[in-house]
């Protein structure tokens, strides 16, 4: 019987985080088949909503990937949704789902190999904490 594998949401930003990602994959770095990659066009695109409803709807864990400080495309997407996942880590707490959960990283388009590690280190920790307590219907 194969180990229970993690459900993982990763929100990518299309200039540098998703870039980086496909440099993984042109490199031929493997990462755990447990992430599947939701491309966007800004890191600031993801709001609370979004990510508390990947939890809702089964995630096990969540990725937001954005440009490194200064990178950023739109100039500050990136600096909002920092502040907006501090925010949805005091969320994560007090729904009992934990902080840890929720991953907000900078990769860029040249860290392929980052982002496999990222991956790969998120996914072992998502593993040893086991999956996100399930509301099950009827009795």
Known sequence: ????QPRVV???CNWCAYAGADLAG???????PSVRIVRVMCSSRIDAGLILQC???GADGVMVLG???GDCHYISG??????RVQE???LLD???IGRERLVLKWISAAEGELFGSTVDSFVTLLQSKGPVGRVTDGP
């Open 55 to 57: 939890f809702e709807k």
């Open 26 to 32: 042109v490199s031929r770095r493997q990462y755990s």
């Open 67 to 69: 440009c490194h400080p």
């Open 88 to 90: 949805v880590w005091e």
């Open 10 to 12: 990763a929100f990518c």
């Open 94 to 96: 007090l729904l009992g």
């Open 1 to 4: 019987m194969e180990p229970w």
């Open 78 to 83: 990136n600096q909002r949704e920092e502040m």
